[in-house]
């Protein structure tokens, strides 16, 4: 654009969003960082010269705290079942999806979209009752099988798993999407030659489908990834962390630590950790991603 | 005879081509009803009595059709001051649109200095973690004397670095001539950008209002942290109280779910297809 139009006229067009930005996502950060190295509490809130500069004691104290260490372990429990058990369900309901040709697959792709739009509140309450050991539907369902009961959301490890098929339920939808996307970029003729050749359906799959499907399982791994280490409503609506702790998410800890202990500096260091963590598992994927496409 | 043969052979590629798109069809099916089950099981317990949904076996289809969990969400619990909230949220949250629309304009159209950069910085908030800032943007709230107002409640989520991008994207595509056409006429940058821009982007103005819509009628996290009160409790947030409070009575809470999911499933279905195109455009480019 020239230069006869308003001078003034992009930053009108930006300042509001900005300063919006600015006083909640970017100052933010900053103070975060500096309450962190601080005992900032209650106290401290009411009165600014309560507030002891501590150095990283917080730091030290969270990283030696053992619920801490126990939502940490628990977080990448989420991480390491979570994200290849959603990557593997999306990617089967894609294909199954895109290899259909009637109508119908249409229908199927609303159906298996719409839990990712709903509340994440109102499923979780709704999945506490399936889930209930005593008037819960699964159970039920189990017991017409003759399969006992299962502890759903009592026992430690189930109760993880538990969380886990919740948020599985609720991501495959939009991950689906992404990777039908993907399927439907990929040139027919690839697929017309290999049967040429012979090729039989799977083979097609793993020599020609996965890997041109690079990028899009790239990019559902890793905002999958960084979705679960922020994994938070599903443990808080539904075992608030319990049974003891074993479903405590980091995120929940922080939640906890901030805002219903107000030890608000303990937590803000907390939040460091999970930033620092977030940061390293986004860079340790992307140097991945880029020796990988150099072939 | 060799032709006879080939000809068998497709025939037979075909019904077993035909054999695997049932197969698919079949096992679609089966996963799908697991996916509908909990929706479905949330509103036939909605018009159950309490009594049912607590009797063993449980019942499928509601015995005695029952309004009374609905009408005690409305009566004897706050669930209408909930509702007001959560739509007061929701109409606040056009207005975040709509500076979102204004942000993208200013960054697609405009050779500016500092222009990139501050795109770049608008981006790299997308990355942060809601529970790094959620602890001193509550601080910050508290020192304007915001906490536990609807003000507080708005203002945090009010402007995505997500919807700044959508806009930027498709308001480049809009060619310069338009808007210098616009300028010889005399029109303001301000009212080039209601009267041209804004109509020209009806279809990203459609998309982003549906998520919109869906994103503030889900909101929970910055109404927990902010409101005390329970006068300024969205649905989210007096649902996962009544959820707390009501351990062993189901009907009223799929009530309340069903009161929360019902008008979200309905927008959705009436338009997937904007939202699912959407985001396979966008999200893939």
């Known amino acids: 654009?020239?230069?006869?139009?308003?001078?003034?006229?992009?930053?009108?067009?930006?300042?509001?969003?900005?300063?919006?930005?600015?006083?909640?996502?970017?100052?933010?950060?900053?103070?975060?960082?500096?309450?962190?190295?601080?005992?900032?509490?209650?106290?401290?809130?009411?009165?600014?010269?309560?507030?002891?500069?501590?150095?990283?004691?917080?730091?030290?104290?969270?990283?030696?705290?053992?619920?801490?260490?126990?939502?940490?372990?628990?977080?990448?429990f989420y991480v390491i079942i979570g994200v290849p058990i959603v990557i593997i369900c999306s990617l089967s309901v894609a294909l199954l999806i895109n290899f259909g040709t009637s109508r119908i697959f249409k229908v199927f792709r609303v159906v298996y979209y719409l839990p990712s739009v709903t509340n994440v509140v109102a499923v979780a309450v709704v999945w506490f009752y399936l889930y209930n050991p005593t008037f819960g539907l699964l159970n039920y369902l189990l017991k017409l099988v003759h399969l006992g009961p299962v502890p759903w959301l009592t026992h430690p490890i189930v109760a993880k798993i538990s969380l886990i098929l919740l948020a599985l339920w609720r991501a495959i939808g939009l991950n689906m999407i992404i990777f039908i996307a993907g399927l439907q970029g990929i040139p027919k003729s690839y697929y017309e030659a290999a049967q040429l050749d012979g090729a039989k359906h799977w083979q097609q799959l793993w020599y020609i489908t996965i890997p041109m499907l690079r990028y899009a399982i790239f990019f559902v791994s890793i905002t999958t990834m960084i979705g679960w280490l922020q994994f938070f409503e599903e443990p808080f609506i539904m075992t608030q962390g319990g049974p003891l702790d074993s479903t405590t998410s980091v995120a929940l800890f922080i939640y906890r630590n901030g805002f219903q202990f107000s030890h608000f500096g303990y937590a803000a260091a907390g939040s460091f950790v999970l930033f620092f963590a977030i940061i390293i598992v986004t860079l340790v994927q992307f140097r991945f991603q880029s020796k990988d496409t150099t072939m | 005879?060799?032709?006879?043969?080939?000809?068998?052979?497709?025939?037979?590629?075909?019904?077993?081509?035909?054999?695997?798109?049932?197969?698919?069809?079949?096992?679609?099916?089966?996963?799908?009803?697991?996916?509908?089950?909990?929706?479905?099981?949330?509103?036939?317990?909605?018009?159950?009595?309490?009594?049912?949904?607590?009797?063993i076996p449980p019942t499928l289809w509601p015995k005695a059709f029952t309004m009374a969990n609905v009408n005690k969400l409305f009566v004897s619990m706050n669930f209408s001051v909930y509702l007001v909230n959560t739509l007061c949220i929701v109409a606040f949250s056009f207005l975040g649109m709509f500076m979102n629309a204004m942000a993208g304009f200013g960054f697609a159209k405009y050779n500016f200095k500092g222009g990139k950069a501050l795109f770049y910085v608008v981006l790299a908030t997308m990355m942060i973690p809601g529970q790094v800032t959620m602890i001193p943007v509550y601080l910050i709230l508290n020192t304007m004397n915001l906490t536990n107002t609807m003000i507080g409640i708005i203002l945090p989520g009010l402007v995505g670095a997500f919807g700044i991008f959508l806009f930027r994207q498709f308001m480049a595509t809009i060619p310069d001539e338009l808007l210098e056409a616009a300028r010889m006429e005399g029109a303001g940058e301000f009212r080039t950008f209601l009267q041209i821009v804004l109509p020209i982007s009806k279809p990203i103005l459609a998309v982003q209002s549906i998520l919109t819509f869906i994103a503030g009628?889900?909101?929970?996290?910055?109404?927990?942290?902010?409101?005390?009160?329970?006068?300024?409790?969205?649905?989210?947030?007096?649902?996962?109280?009544?959820?707390?409070?009501?351990?062993?009575?189901?009907?009223?809470?799929?009530?309340?779910?069903?009161?929360?999911?019902?008008p979200i499933i309905i927008i959705f279905i009436a338009f997937q297809r904007h939202i699912i195109e959407n985001y396979s455009t966008s999200g893939m480019k």
Do not use: C
């Open chain 2, 1 to 55: 005879m060799s032709a006879k043969s080939a000809h068998i052979q497709s025939e037979r590629a075909k019904t077993s081509e035909r054999l695997l798109q049932w197969l698919a069809g079949i096992v679609l099916t089966v996963f799908g009803i697991m996916m509908l089950l909990p929706f479905i099981w949330m509103v036939l317990s909605t018009f159950k009595p309490e009594s049912e949904v607590l009797s």
């Open chain 2, 217 to 262: 009628w889900n909101s929970f996290l910055w109404p927990l942290i902010i409101a005390n009160d329970e006068k300024l409790y969205s649905l989210s947030v007096g649902l996962s109280l009544l959820r707390s409070q009501s351990n062993q009575n189901f009907a009223l809470q799929m009530a309340g779910a069903t009161l929360m999911v019902a």
């Open chain 1, 1 to 76: 654009m020239r230069g006869f139009t308003a001078k003034s006229a992009p930053y009108f067009f930006i300042a509001p969003t900005l300063i919006l930005l600015t006083l909640f996502s970017l100052l933010p950060i900053l103070i975060a960082l500096g309450i962190s190295f601080t005992n900032m509490d209650l106290s401290g809130l009411a009165d600014h010269s309560n507030i002891k500069f501590i150095g990283l004691q917080n730091y030290k104290d969270v990283l030696t705290d053992p619920i801490f260490k126990k939502a940490i372990f628990n977080t990448l």
